[in-house]
């Protein structure tokens, strides 16, 4: 795949390629692995929790990302600690890069506290989210606006700069979640991140520089 340049159009990433032997584009970390299957004319990409260990996911091949917009649908499980998903951007390798997840279990949660741990930016491995919390809490986690179901599919738009990050729910103007870039990397490898029960689909990505 080429890499994806300022001025071109967005690059529409064959998830499907994830449930094939080798995953061809792809580059699996952390001993992530997929399964893929189709659901309404669309294919699905499903993690597999019991492969592989902690944050994990797959960088797309041949795409260094260094500002832009990714975007991606994608749907958890209202699984307490057990569903986490989202983008990972800047990436150098399975242990350093920055990611934006969600935590499904927390949409809709009636403790206000939980509900504002929905989604949630981080850079390893320097500014882990537990850091992040203890450190600045309440800026680098927010709630969902607007909140989808626990199990339900929703759209996720990720704005990146150079110094910062942008996260936009469905179809809002506003973001949910707007937040300084911690990390002094400013290019690298993207892709999907997880840990637990996750599904994706539709992933494209726009670099505007």
Known sequence: MAPAQSGTEPVVVNLASLGQPGTPGW??????????AGESGRKIVHSRPEAGANDRGAFVSGIEFSEGTIEVDLRGANRPAGSFLGVVFHGKDGGRYDAVYFRPFNFGAPDPIRRSHAVQYMSHPEWPWNRLRNERPGTFEQPADPE????DWFHARIEITDRRVRVFVG???????DVEKVSRTKTGKVGLWFNGVAAFANLKIQSTK
């Open 27 to 36: 580059e699996p970390f952390n001993g992530a692995a997929f399964d893929v």
């Open 148 to 151: 989808p179901g626990a199990e």
């Open 171 to 177: 179809g809002a103007e506003k973001p949910c979640l």
